[in-house]
């Protein structure tokens, strides 16, 4: 079973910052990596889809990188209404899913 | 827009069997693959299965001889039941529309409470 670590587990910063949220697996998960944002009381939204694209809608300011083992969500000129919990998700060779712990950023 | 909603009864005792159905809207369950994931909490999500139109299905390794699910074609629906549970099952549930890896469109969530 193919573990996905996140990291930080909670990232405090300011307005206008920039935020770079890692997420590691286990193994090698070639680009197989999606990334969601949730606000309290609501469903999950996908960000990212095969580690870095975009999906419909969300603003240039969310980025996604990398592959195989290690990557990285990156949120550029943080507004308030960026505070949320982040997930990354993968699905392996034979077709389970699974997330990570989440990152919970903080503005 | 796509939209999805679950439903069900919102407590279940401990040992019965919690049942879940999501309804579709303006897309057609046909050839998709369609997901539940659950949120214990104040806890981080937790991938339950998935069924395709077709009727085929994967569960967590986890959950997978509680875990039975289906679909209707006929209703827009598709189906979770999850037998046996505990309170540790007490969780917001959620279907999802399941695009190759990624969960793309997402219901609003339903808490199940499991308690006597």
């Known amino acids: 079973e193919i573990v996905l670590t996140q990291s930080p587990a909670t990232l405090s910063v300011s307005p206008g910052e920039r935020a770079t949220l890692s997420c590691r697996a286990s193994q090698d998960v070639s680009f197989f990596l999606a990334w969601y944002q949730q606000k309290p009381g609501q469903a999950p939204r996908l960000l990212i889809f095969?580690?870095?694209n975009r999906a419909t809608g969300i603003p240039a300011r969310f980025s996604g990188f990398g592959s195989g083992t290690d990557f990285t969500l990156a949120i550029n000129n943080l507004a308030p209404e960026d505070s949320a919990v982040y997930y990354c998700?993968?699905?392996?060779?034979?077709?389970?899913?699974?997330f990570g712990g989440g990152t919970k950023v903080e503005i | 827009q796509v939209q999805l909603q679950e439903s069900g009864p919102g407590l279940v005792k401990p040992s019965g069997t919690l049942s879940l159905t999501c309804t579709v809207s303006n897309i057609s369950i046909s050839s998709y693959y369609w997901g539940w994931i659950r949120q214990p909490p104040g806890k981080g999500l937790e991938w339950i299965g998935y069924v395709h139109s077709s009727g085929s299905t994967n569960s967590s390794p986890s959950l997978k001889s509680r875990v039975t699910m289906s679909a209707d074609t006929s209703k827009n629906q598709f189906s979770l039941h999850l037998t046996s549970v505990t309170a540790a099952d007490t969780a917001v549930y959620y279907c999802a529309r399941l695009k190759q890896i990624w969960f793309d469109y997402w219901g609003q969530g339903m808490l199940v409470t499991v308690s006597s």
């Open positions: 095969n580690a870095s």
């Open positions: 998700q993968h699905r392996n060779n034979w077709l389970s899913l699974s």
